[in-house]
């Protein structure tokens, strides 16, 4: 299982900012998809946005969509989140997660073959 390294969540009030970056250094160039998911206390993981083989983003829904950017960098192998007009509801602890083969779905888990070790994002009202 490859490593993937998160970094960037915080505390942060509603209506702030943050960006969540994931590295993977022993990813060598792939084209397989990477995602962000989310799990809050007493809730299941669920998708927030991913980067597909073809380099098209995937997104949760509009709503995410309006506030957070997906983007990567292939040269470094990461992954990264932006996440504007933040909301109490956005709080969870956030996964970065990598695929390791080609596949049409980007929003089930268990699509997923590596994951991080989660960071810890707090929306305070």
């Known amino acids: 299982q490859e490593q993937l390294v998160e970094s960037g969540g915080g505390l942060v009030q509603t209506g702030g900012s943050l960006r969540l970056s994931c590295t993977a250094p022993?990813?060598?160039?792939?084209?397989?998809?990477m995602g962000w998911f989310r799990q809050a206390p007493g809730s299941e993981r669920e998708f927030v946005a991913a980067?597909?083989?073809?380099?098209?983003?995937?997104y949760k829904d509009d709503s995410v969509k309006e506030r957070f950017t997906i983007s990567g960098d292939n040269a470094k192998n990461a992954i990264y989140l932006q996440m504007n007009s933040l909301k109490p509801e956005d709080t969870a602890v956030y996964y970065c997660?990598?695929?390791?083969?080609?596949?049409?779905?980007?929003?089930?888990?268990?699509?997923?073959?590596?994951w991080g070790q989660g960071t810890q994002v707090t929306v305070s009202s």
């Open positions: 980067i597909g083989w073809t380099g098209r983003s995937i």
């Open positions: 997660a990598a695929q390791r083969r080609i596949t049409s779905d980007y929003v089930g888990p268990t699509s997923y073959d590596s």
């Open positions: 022993g990813r060598t160039h792939s084209p397989f998809g």
